[in-house]
């Protein structure tokens, strides 16, 4: 079996009960910071947070569609053109 000290067998009865109060007291503000957080989330604007990440653009239009052709494309023709030429 596990002959290993807790780490709590130091602790007097008071100071465990301190503790448990302490961990329940941080259960029930996580919960609560829980419901906040998501109650803000609902109520964030998202246009206004990809601005404020983003910068300023007229995020209520769609973006522009790609381009079909990339010079991209062009160039790595180019590369191979003058790799098997040699």
Known sequence: MNNE???LSSWTPEQIALGV??????????????????KELRKLDTYR???LLC???DYTCPP?????FSGLVE???WFMEVAIGE
Do not use: F, N
């Not at 919960?31 to 998501?38: G, M, V, W, Y």
């Not at 522009?64 to 079909?68: G, H, I, L, T």
């Open 5 to 7: 000290r807790s780490a």
């Open 21 to 38: 109060k302490w961990v329940e007291t941080w259960r029930l503000a996580g919960e609560d910071l829980e419901r906040i957080h998501r």
């Open 49 to 51: 947070a990809i601005q």
């Open 55 to 57: 910068g300023p653009a």
């Open 64 to 68: 522009r569609a790609p381009k079909p």
């Open 75 to 77: 160039q790595q023709r």
